[in-house]
């Protein structure tokens, strides 16, 4: 099937965007053509995307705040026969029920450049720098520390978990070069150990090599290496009692979550001490 997607938002759309990824998710075999249209404010520009939307006719998800701006969406969508959704008016019913007021009408209001705003800032700003084990000086400021042999998904987890505000450092296992002994003096931060399977790892790691025009006939990706690489890192983390999580089936979501889980079971416990 090919489905037209029409995405309105008088914000950044990044909401509108995850519950449409979220929903699409559940559907195979469907071509998706998505029309994305952010900052939409004034009833000049809803009609010049109302016009887009005729030509192109399909489902409509929209957060919009300006009631005559949805009431013209809504109209004009009920005179074409197209549906038009917004996703988040339930929650927000809801919301203004239990707590007895109404949700403020503004646009992107929960982009505001608050402490919490710029504690995300610092995070990705601490994680790039704290990125394969650099600056080890400093890794006691982390919130989270990943360890893992090299392509063990370290960095992209690192950087989804400083999006979601948590200093996160991280430090390639290998075994030619033990970890400073700074790892193992750290209290703060909660170390995580990242593994996966020996064959997954090596499938990986050939494709990288692949990218970069490098031979594929190394150690680096080679049975017997991989496999003492994995053991001597699934060792390092038993000794230590460090948590692990395998990322072999785990997407970099997925893995975050297992993660913040840990960090929160983790404060509960310091908490009830």
């Not at 970069?212 to 006939?217: P, S, V």
């Not at 889980?261 to 001490?273: A, F, H, P, Y």
């Amino acid at each position: 099937m090919r489905l037209h997607l029409h995405l309105l938002s008088d914000s950044t759309g990044e909401t509108l965007e995850n519950i449409a990824k979220a929903a699409l998710a559940q559907y195979d075999d469907v071509e998706t053509l998505r029309h994305f249209w952010p900052m939409v404010r004034s009833e000049a520009h809803l009609e010049r995307i109302l016009q887009e939307i005729a030509q192109n006719p399909g489902l409509v998800l929209y957060t919009l705040v300006n009631p005559e701006i949805r009431r013209t969406l809504e109209s004009r969508c009920r005179a074409m026969g197209l549906p038009a959704i917004a996703p988040l008016d339930p929650v927000n019913h809801a919301l203004s029920n239990l707590l007895g007021q109404e949700a403020k009408a503004r646009p992107g209001r929960q982009h505001t450049l608050d402490a919490a705003y710029f504690a995300r800032v610092d995070a990705i700003q601490f994680t790039i720098a704290h990125d394969d084990g650099l600056l080890a000086e400093d890794w006691e400021e982390a919130d989270i520390l990943l360890a893992g042999v090299s392509r063990s998904s370290k960095t992209p987890t690192s950087i989804y978990l400083a999006n979601r505000g948590y200093k996160t450092a991280n430090i390639p296992i290998v075994v030619e070069s033990p970890p400073p002994p700074e790892l193992y003096k750290l209290k703060h931060p909660l170390i995580v150990g990242l593994t996966t399977s020996a064959d997954r790892l090596i499938q990986i790691r050939r494709n990288r090599l692949l990218s970069l025009n490098q031979a594929t006939e190394t150690s680096y990706v080679e049975q017997d290496a991989v496999t003492r690489e994995v053991a001597y890192a699934r060792r390092m983390f038993a000794d230590n009692g460090w948590p692990v999580i395998d990322v072999t089936r785990r997407s970099i979501e997925e893995t975050a979550a297992a993660i913040i889980q840990l960090c929160n079971e983790r404060t509960l416990e310091k908490g009830s001490q």
